[in-house]
Structures are given as structure tokens and as C-alpha cells.
């Protein structure tokens, strides 16, 4: 047996239970799909992002069915922003989902992968006058953030020689605090309703749809049953008032995945509400108090549906005695990708049973940065140099959010369904980097 040197910590046996002493516990993750975690590091390298496209399918079905079982007339659009890689995009498009973006960028990336124009949200706080001119000439539905977005497409209609349909965003007071307020209209002060009157007597636009996103993680279906409340109340006003038709209110997105969020000491599944949960409440809502035509239901799913089909594989590089005792593992994966572990504590899973007594552990990146931890306070057997661990889940935000900070940003590969690994993403490399950087002459 290889060598450890003795220590002494302090062993809090009131962690011990029925189900077993932490002492001996161990996550184990061998494999993906059953594809060995040590081959794909082997092939591809480490870190390594991986995606499963079996799990991403099962968790799409599972939401899809538990509103359209229902509501009659419902439609997913993925939320480019939580993660835009073709690959994964292309995934949910074959699904049935359309696309909802927040960029010009995110918009052309929808556009690249042949998803038309009408078959585009666009949201968001900052719209180019320019790309909302191409978006209106394609069809795309524009939802409003502001009163100078009327303004900007009010002179796009001008220039185009047509009325434009629209959708508004709208923020509201849902029982969730900090409240989401920073994006669209108020519903409960009066905003939203002044907005929409202004574009009824600006007739220029045509308001077709109603917008809102509550939060983000939302571990409270009730809210949405609140927000969906709102929306409706104020569809049946305009509808009666201004003479609109409004085909569709969309809910947004914001529903918890099952990572563990901290400062929440309860297990995800005992406190993350179920597909049934989100959508009872949502289309009750609509149910109870709608009059009229019933709208299209429009959700913006992002982090439910994949944040449990990604994985991040990571490998012990070194490992030190901290001067508290506590032993410290370096692995090759930090901060620069996971910057969702400020909010969240992941699983993170060995590749195989590993001998030894857990002792008190902390997992730091490889960034030369004292922030950069990974997990603070774990459990951990004597682990080897070159050890996988499997971070999980890291499907959502990780990729989009990566930076490229002291290290390259890894390789990504999908797992489909027949457990065939195919590389999407290749890891930067130097003259990836400096592609787009000009030396001036006068420092040769």
C-alpha cells in the first residue's frame, strides 16, 4: 500500500446515521452512458466536458409532456443563453423546440443553424436598431424591454413601410424576493398596461404577446401560478380595451434543476418542484381566469433540461497539507469554467473505490487565484494522481459562462444515444487565442 503520512483530525461522529459513516462513504462514477470516465479523459483530455443526449431527451419528454398534457397548444423554445453550442441546440431543435435569444449574437447563431426567423424569440434589454430591422423583416418576435425599444421600432416600422408585432416584457411582485424587476414593465404599478396603451396609439406596432421570467432556480411553483395569473388579468384587459388579439403569453424559464443550491440544506429532491408541479400550477392559472380565446403557451426552459445531462471530467493533478490539517487536491478544472460554483455545491464522484478513511478535503483549481475552490468542506478517501472526478451537474450556464482565464478552455464531447461519442467542440489553443489580436508596428 502507498504511503500516508499520519495525521490527526477531529471527527464529528454526530455526521454519522443509519445510512452509513462518512467515514467510509464514496460517490462513485465510472462511466457516462457507460462510457468509461477515464477513456473519455484519455481520448479527449482533461478537464473535458461531456453531454449526454439521452439524458437531455429524457428530461425534455418529461417536461413536454407534463404541459402538454395539459394545455392544448404548447411551445418549448430553447434558451440559447443557458447553453449555445450547435451541437446541443441542434438537439432540441430536433425536439420540436424553437429558439429564444438575448443577443444579436445569439440571434445570428439561431439564424446559422437554419432556424427562420419567425421561429425566433428575441429578448432582452439591449437591441441594436440594425438588428431589430433584420429581425422585423424576418419575422422574429421581438418582446420589448423598454420604452426606448417602442421608440427604436416604431422607426424601424417607418423605415420598412409596415406595422411590426410585438410582444412586451413584464416584471411583477410574485411573492419571490429579490424580486426579477430590473427587465420589462410593471405589471402591478400601472407600467406594463401605459406601455402597451402607448403602442396602441403609436400604430405602428401590434401587440400579439405577453412576456414574463420571474427568477431564476425558482423552487416555488406557486409563483408561477401567480405570474401566470398576472399576465392572463392583464391579456383580458388589452384584449377588451385596445381590441388586441393576443395569441400567446410566454412564462419564461427559471425552473430548478437538480443541483444543490448553498445556503439550502435540504436534498434536491425534496425541495425541487416536479414537471407536474410547474405545470399545474401554470395552466390552472390560465384556466381559472382567462376570457376569451386561450393563448398559445410559450416556455423558455433552459437550466431544467440540461443541466443535469452535462459533466465535467476533471484530474487530480497534486495534492498538500493544509496548515488547518485539511487535505487539499489541485485538479485540472477551476473556477475559469465552473463560475456557477459560487452559487452552487456540486456532486463531484470518483472513478472507482479508492482505500482509506475519508478525511476533511478541499478540492482547489489549478488557477493561480485563492477564490479558486471547487469545493470547500468534502469527504474524500487518499486519492491518486490522475484521479477522474466527475463534477455534475454542469450542463447549464458552464459552457456559456467559461472563461478564458490562465487556461485553455477544454474539449466537449456529446454521448448520443447509442453511447457513440462525438467530439462538438475541439479545446482552444494558442493560435485560437491571438487570432483576432494586431500587433502595432511601432512595438516590433
Known amino acids: 500500500m502507498k504511503y500516508q503520512k499520519p495525521t490527526i483530525n477531529r471527527v464529528d461522529f454526530a455526521l454519522a446515521s443509519k445510512y452509513g459513516s462518512p467515514l467510509k462513504s464514496q460517490k462513485i462514477k465510472s462511466s457516462i452512458d457507460g462510457v468509461s470516465v477515464n477513456e473519455l ?48 441546440c441542434q438537439v432540441f431543435h430536433n425536439l420540436g423546440s424553437k429558439a429564444e435569444v438575448v443577443s444579436e449574437f445569439e440571434y445570428q447563431k439561431a439564424r446559422r443553424l437554419g432556424i427562420e426567423g419567425k421561429d425566433i424569440i428575441f429578448n432582452g434589454p439591449y437591441k441594436q436598431k440594425e438588428f431589430l430591422k433584420q429581425a422585423a423583416l424576418e419575422g422574429a418576435k421581438i418582446h420589448i424591454d423598454h420604452l426606448y425599444e417602442i421608440n427604436d421600432l416604431e422607426d424601424v416600422a417607418d423605415e420598412i413601410g409596415q406595422e411590426i408585432k410585438v410582444a412586451i416584457r413584464c416584471n411583477m411582485d410574485t411573492g419571490i424576493y429579490p ?3 430590473r427587465f420589462g414593465f410593471n405589471i402591478d404599478n400601472g407600467e406594463a398596461y401605459e406601455a402597451i396603451k402607448r403602442i396602441y396609439e403609436g400604430k405602428k406596432l ?46 419564461g424559464g427559471g425552473f430548478a434543476s437538480k443541483s444543490r443550491l448553498k445556503g ?94 475519508n478525511e476533511p478535503s478541499q478540492i482547489n483549481g489549478p488557477l493561480c487565484m485563492n477564490i479558486d475552490i471547487i469545493a470547500e468542506n ?21 459552457v456559456t459562462q467559461a472563461m478564458q482565464f490562465i487556461r485553455y478552455k477544454p474539449s466537449i464531447v456529446l ?10 467542440k475541439d479545446a482552444d489553443d494558442l493560435e485560437y487565442i491571438v487570432e483576432k489580436e494586431h500587433m502595432p508596428e511601432v512595438l516590433k
Do not use: C
Open 415 to 424: 454521448i448520443d444515444k447509442e453511447s457513440k461519442v462525438h467530439l462538438i
Open 378 to 398: 468534502i469527504m474524500l478517501p487518499p486519492l491518486d494522481r490522475e484521479s477522474v472526478l466527475t463534477i455534475w451537474p454542469a450542463g447549464a450556464y458552464s
Open 264 to 357: 439550502v440544506y435540504q436534498a434536491p429532491e425534496v425541495i425541487v418542484p416536479s414537471a407536474d408541479e410547474y405545470a399545474e400550477a401554470i395552466t390552472n392559472a390560465i384556466f381559472e381566469h382567462n376570457k376569451g380565446n386561450l393563448p398559445k403557451l410559450f416556455l423558455e426552459t433552459g437550466r431544467a433540461l440540461i443541466d443535469e445531462a452535462g459533466y465535467l471530467l476533471s484530474s487530480v493533478f497534486a495534492s498538500k497539507r493544509m496548515p488547518d490539517g485539511k487535505k487539499s487536491y489541485i485538479i485540472d478544472a477551476g473556477v475559469n469554467l465552473l463560475y456557477t460554483s459560487f452559487w452552487y455545491n456540486f456532486d463531484i464522484m470518483l472513478d472507482k473505490r479508492y482505500e482509506g478513511i
Open 41 to 88: 479523459t484519455k481520448e479527449y483530455g482533461s478537464p473535458l466536458f461531456v453531454f449526454s443526449q439521452r439524458a437531455i431527451e429524457e428530461k425534455y419528454n418529461e417536461l413536454h409532456e407534463a404541459f402538454s398534457s395539459r394545455y392544448p397548444d404548447v411551445q418549448f423554445w430553447w434558451s440559447y443563453k443557458t447553453n449555445y453550442l450547435d451541437a446541443i
Open 206 to 251: 401590434i401587440l400579439t404577446g405577453l412576456h414574463s421570467h420571474i427568477g431564476t432556480f425558482m423552487l416555488n411553483a406557486n409563483a408561477y401560478g401567480q405570474e401566470t395569473k398576472k399576465l392572463i388579468e392583464l391579456k383580458n384587459r388589452v384584449e377588451e380595451e385596445f381590441g388586441y388579439n393576443i395569441e400567446y403569453i410566454d412564462i
Open 179 to 181: 424580486q426579477w424587476s
